[in-house]
């Protein structure tokens, strides 16, 4: 009852900003494997919910993964996961639609199957009166495979086209027996059923061939929408839970012309698109009549919102960016705080991670925030990264130094300054995707360094650095292929779920694989290895349609400390993506 009870107070403190719909004969259930404050604040899933929503074939519902304290009740009782609104048992869902942004929640992911009494493995769900189980999002796309042993279909790329094209097959195919359906929806453009793809290795334990054996061609093109105006991505259900409960969040554009080397971001999403600036102003306007802070906006949006007595709030700026307009409208609106993503303490290693920002601009950026009433400052940097020395970690610290000294200089009010620092995680269908992440002893004497060096500047900043041990498990789900789900299955089934816990539990599994138990790979295969260049990579099969060669020069270009210009969409043709 205590579960039910939670439930139906978040509903009726829910906001639902678009018109409800009785519904279809489709019941899906769609969900965020993550705990609902979390999911609640992601657009994506917003997003996708309200596609499925308004499709007069569908009746949908969502799931969470539930609170600790709920996951705890529902374990001392046997119960099983059940939907959100209704509350009716996942399994009694024609297709439960996974959104996925983050590949560190493909644990969870198995978790909630596990939770819900559906069988983990496709294959024991086959031929059986299962729900389909699919899954698209940010994480889907990059690398589906540690989680292709538990889940029917993905589908990879942008939804807003792709969703009610599965949508519409799935409602003319429920006469067909249940391999031919499968069948018919792999044939949507952007579907990819791992079935159809059997992995071979060699053996020395390295992804030799992919055998292939479903209709049409063995590659899964990634969806992309051109024109985002002919969708609204922004709040449509707020709620106080969110963990952005006080803000309306605005989709401004969707990808990035900087094409740093270490995001994923800046390579998935390409070429960049931006929503119309009268789009965006009306979308703002709207917000304001909800919430008094919009999240998540572009620059220009700066004048429309404090205009409609709103407070904007930037997430972090990139410090050519921000101009004595931007930086007065921020000011006006109220800010306090601003935050700036160097990423790197050293111009070499800006260059190599192609920041395209020098140190002067750093520093006059800060003096501009400085200068219009900011007074805090958050300064995001990585660690880790491949060329890195010792000399670029300490200047992380230095160039903290530098930007406390530029504002004192011009008798600026210097309040509180935080580092937040990450270790490199390298991503598929990015540069660094063959490059190795640094061993956690490593990571954790180089953080140790940047903080020794802050204590010696003259002014207090708090460091918060993230853990190696979380970075290494992010670099299992992120560079793994298919073998890592027999992984993950072990974590899940021994319920660990916080980082310690998982960190202790890939311990024991790496122990298992030097003594050849248990058929596990060791971890470190996934992570700490760099890939060779020739290596068919666990997402090869994926079209992107960013050329690999591209991929393998701009890595080149980083090891001769040589910078890429920003995309110019209008005459660059050069990665593919255009
Ligand atoms: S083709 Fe050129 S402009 Fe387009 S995404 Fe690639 S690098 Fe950027």
Same mark, same amino acid.
């Given at each position: 009852?205590?579960?039910?009870?939670?439930?139906? /107070?978040? #509903?009726?403190?829910?906001?639902?900003?678009?018109?409800r719909r009785? %519904?279809?004969?489709?019941?899906?259930c769609?969900?965020?494997?993550n705990?609902?404050?979390l999911?609640?604040?992601?657009?994506?899933?917003?997003?996708?919910?309200?596609?499925?929503?308004?499709?007069?074939?569908?009746? *949908?519902?969502?799931?969470?993964?539930?609170?600790?304290?709920?996951?705890?009740?529902?374990?001392a009782?046997?119960?099983?996961?059940?939907?959100?609104?209704?509350?009716?048992?996942?399994g009694?869902f024609?297709?439960?639609?996974?959104?996925?942004?983050?590949?560190?929640?493909?644990?969870?992911l198995?978790?909630?199957?596990?939770?819900?009494?559906?069988?983990?493995?496709?294959?024991?769900?086959?031929?059986?009166?299962?729900?389909?189980?699919?899954?698209?999002?940010?994480?889907v796309? &990059? !690398?589906?495979?540690?989680?292709?042993?538990?889940?029917d279909?993905?589908?990879?790329?942008?939804?807003?086209?792709?969703?009610?094209?599965?949508i519409?097959?799935?409602?003319?195919?429920?006469?067909?027996?249940?391999?031919?359906r499968?069948?018919? &929806?792999?044939?949507?453009?952007?579907?990819?059923?791992?079935d159809?793809?059997?992995?071979?290795?060699?053996?020395?334990?390295?992804?030799?061939?992919?055998d292939?054996?479903?209709?049409? &061609?063995?590659?899964?093109?990634?969806?992309?929408?051109?024109?985002?105006?002919?969708?609204t991505?922004?709040?449509?259900?707020?709620?106080?839970?969110?963990?952005?409960?006080?803000?309306?969040?605005?989709?401004?554009?969707? %990808?990035?012309?900087?094409?740093?080397?270490?995001?994923?971001?800046?390579?998935?999403?390409?070429p960049?698109?931006?929503?119309?600036?009268?789009?965006? #102003?009306a979308e703002?306007?709207?917000?304001?009549?909800?919430?008094?802070?919009i999240?998540?906006?572009?620059?220009?949006?700066?004048? *429309?919102?404090?205009?409609?007595? =709103?407070?904007?709030?930037?997430?972090?700026?990139?410090?050519d960016?921000?101009?004595p307009?931007?930086?007065?409208?921020?000011?006006r609106?109220g800010?306090r705080?601003?935050?700036?993503?160097?990423e790197? %303490?050293?111009?070499?290693?800006?260059?190599?991670?192609?920041? !395209?920002?020098t140190? /002067?601009?750093?520093?006059?950026?800060? /003096?501009?925030?400085m200068?219009?009433?900011?007074?805090?400052?958050k300064?995001?940097?990585?660690? =880790?990264?491949?060329?890195?020395?010792?000399?670029?970690?300490?200047?992380?610290?230095?160039?903290?130094?530098k #930007?406390?000294?530029?504002?004192?200089?011009?008798r600026?009010?210097?309040?509180?300054?935080?580092?937040? &620092?990450?270790?490199?995680?390298?991503?598929?269908?990015?540069?660094f995707?063959?490059?190795?992440?640094?061993?956690?002893?490593?990571l954790?004497?180089?953080?140790?360094?940047?903080r020794?060096?802050?204590?010696r500047?003259?002014?207090?900043?708090?460091?918060?650095?993230?853990?190696?041990?979380e970075?290494?498990?992010?670099?299992?789900v992120?560079?793994?292929?298919?073998?890592?789900?027999?992984?993950?299955?072990?974590?899940?089934?021994?319920?660990?779920?916080l980082? =310690?816990?998982?960190?202790?539990?890939?311990?024991? #599994?790496?122990?298992?694989?030097?003594?050849?138990?248990?058929? $596990?790979?060791?971890?470190?295969? $996934?992570?700490?290895?760099?890939?060779?260049?020739?290596?068919?990579?666990?997402?090869?099969?994926?079209?992107?349609?960013?050329?690999?060669? $591209?991929?393998a020069?701009e890595?080149?270009?980083?090891?001769?400390?040589?910078?890429?210009r920003?995309?110019?969409?209008t005459?660059?043709?050069?990665? %593919?993506?255009?």
């Amino acid at each position: 009852m205590f579960l039910r009870k939670r439930a139906l /107070e978040r #509903i009726a403190g829910e906001k639902v900003l678009f018109e409800r719909r009785r %519904g279809g004969d489709i019941r899906i259930c769609v969900v965020y494997p993550n705990v609902y404050r979390l999911g609640m604040a992601n657009l994506g899933f917003q997003a996708v919910h309200h596609i499925f929503e308004s499709d007069p074939h569908v009746a *949908a519902d969502r799931a969470f993964l539930p609170d600790p304290d709920e996951r705890a009740y529902i374990r001392a009782r046997g119960e099983r996961l059940v939907s959100f609104e209704r509350g009716q048992p996942l399994g009694a869902f024609d297709v439960i639609a996974f959104s996925v942004s983050f590949e560190t929640d493909y644990l969870n992911l198995i978790t909630m199957l596990r939770m819900a009494g559906i069988p983990l493995s496709r294959a024991e769900r086959a031929g059986r009166n299962y729900p389909l189980v699919i899954a698209g999002g940010s994480a889907v796309f &990059l !690398n589906p495979e540690p989680i292709a042993d538990f889940v029917d279909l993905f589908l990879i790329g942008e939804g807003e086209e792709m969703v009610p094209e599965f949508i519409a097959r799935f409602h003319e195919t429920g006469a067909l027996a249940g391999s031919e359906r499968m069948r018919a &929806l792999a044939l949507v453009e952007g579907a990819y059923l791992p079935d159809y793809f059997a992995p071979v290795y060699d053996g020395a334990g390295g992804l030799a061939r992919v055998d292939y054996s479903g209709p049409g &061609l063995p590659r899964v093109s990634r969806r992309l929408i051109h024109d985002l105006d002919r969708f609204t991505t922004a709040s449509l259900i707020l709620t106080p839970e969110s963990v952005f409960g006080d803000m309306y969040l605005v989709e401004a554009s969707r %990808g990035c012309q900087w094409g740093c080397r270490f995001c994923a971001a800046g390579f998935m999403y390409r070429p960049i698109r931006y929503r119309g600036t009268d789009n965006l #102003i009306a979308e703002s306007r709207r917000g304001l009549e909800e919430r008094g802070v919009i999240g998540l906006v572009g620059a220009e949006m700066a004048d *429309a919102v404090a205009d409609g007595g =709103g407070r904007l709030s930037p997430s972090s700026l990139k410090a050519d960016c921000i101009s004595p307009a931007l930086a007065a409208a921020l000011a006006r609106n109220g800010n306090r705080s601003v935050t700036v993503a160097p990423e790197a %303490g050293s111009e070499r290693m800006r260059r190599i991670i192609n920041k !395209n920002l020098t140190e /002067e601009e750093i520093l006059g950026a800060a /003096e501009m925030m400085m200068g219009e009433g900011v007074e805090n400052l958050k300064c995001y940097f990585m660690v =880790g990264l491949p060329e890195e020395h010792d000399e670029d970690v300490v200047a992380i610290a230095e160039l903290i130094g530098k #930007i406390v000294a530029r504002a004192r200089a011009q008798r600026r009010h210097v309040g509180r300054v935080s580092v937040s &620092l990450n270790p490199f995680v390298p991503k598929p269908w990015t540069p660094f995707q063959w490059d190795a992440m640094r061993e956690p002893q490593e990571l954790k004497r180089k953080v140790a360094l940047v903080r020794s060096h802050l204590m010696r500047l003259d002014v207090g900043v708090e460091l918060d650095a993230e853990s190696p041990r979380e970075a290494y498990f992010q670099t299992l789900v992120s560079r793994g292929d298919r073998r890592v789900g027999a992984i993950l299955a072990r974590l899940s089934a021994e319920h660990r779920e916080l980082p =310690g816990e998982i960190w202790q539990g890939l311990k024991a #599994i790496k122990r298992e694989a030097a003594a050849g138990d248990g058929g $596990f790979v060791d971890p470190d295969y $996934f992570v700490t290895r760099e890939y060779a260049r020739d290596e068919l990579l666990p997402w090869d099969f994926i079209d992107h349609h960013i050329e690999k060669w $591209f991929l393998a020069s701009e890595r080149k270009k980083a090891h001769h400390e040589r910078q890429t210009r920003p995309c110019d969409v209008t005459t660059c043709r050069v990665c %593919g993506a255009c």
